[in-house]
T-cell receptor, first 115, second 116 residues
């Protein structure tokens, strides 16, 4: 149980395009979803927290206009990297949990490469 | 400030040898404690967690961890390492006790290499 699916697993696109990453909880209702960014050989950095039906809460230094997060249902959250540039290339990982419960369950991540 | 420290960036052990990965946290209160494992290009898999009670917790894949309040530590151990254990290991803590915000803070990770 507690499976989180993230799609796509790898995406390559040209600079200036927008990229959408989906995060789905397959067998539970995720009231809270998290988006992390991981640079090569580094730890995970929390970008934002989203609660279903509410606006996402972004961590300091994360551009909310660049990284659009939507959590419209209890099983789906999306991260859209708008007008992506090479510096946005990274490994993005989502996680999900039922509010008030632990632990977070992680997706397999999305490797984003911007040319 | 709240922080998680994994002092060892890279550890190499021989297959069959024992393993201990260190994790320390700052801040006065006892948080929720987790160990995750990440294979290259993959997401994170939960190995074990500690919320309260018995300070020695058992996890998957033969791992265990011991919480020591006096040392603010939550070290991960395995008595006999297998080649498939080679991966990156992350210690994480949650001081928000599962509240509305995640507040899951990760250590920088320890890369484990296993010699045949």
């Amino acid at each position: 149980g507690a499976v989180v699916s993230q799609h796509p697993s790898w995406v390559i696109c040209k600079s200036g395009t927008s990229v959408k990453i989906e995060c789905r909880s397959l067998d539970f209702q995720a009231t809270t979803m998290f988006w992390y960014r991981q640079f090569p050989k580094q730890s995970l950095m929390l970008m934002a927290t989203s609660n279903e039906g509410s606006k996402a809460t972004y961590e300091q230094g994360v551009e909310k206009d660049k990284f659009l997060i939507n959590h419209a249902s209890l099983t789906l959250s999306t991260l859209t990297v708008t007008s992506a540039h090479p510096e946005d290339s990274s490994f993005y990982i989502c996680s999900a949990r039922v509010q008030g419960e632990q632990p977070q369950h992680f997706g397999d991540g999305t490797r984003l490469s911007i040319l | 400030a709240q922080s998680v420290t994994q002092p060892d960036i890279h550890i190499t052990v021989s297959e069959g040898a024992s393993l201990e990965l260190r994790c320390n946290y700052s801040y006065g209160a006892t948080p929720y404690l987790f160990w995750y494992v990440q294979s290259p290009g993959q997401g994170l898999q939960l190995l074990l967690k500690y919320f309260s009670g018995d300070t020695l917790v058992q996890g998957i894949k033969g791992f265990e961890a011991e919480f020591k309040r006096s040392q603010s530590s939550f070290n991960l151990r395995k008595p006999s390492v297998h080649w498939s254990d080679a991966a990156e290991y992350f210690c994480a803590v949650d001081w928000n006790y599962g509240g509305s915000q995640g507040n899951l803070i990760f250590g920088k990770g320890t890369k484990l290499s296993v010699k045949p």
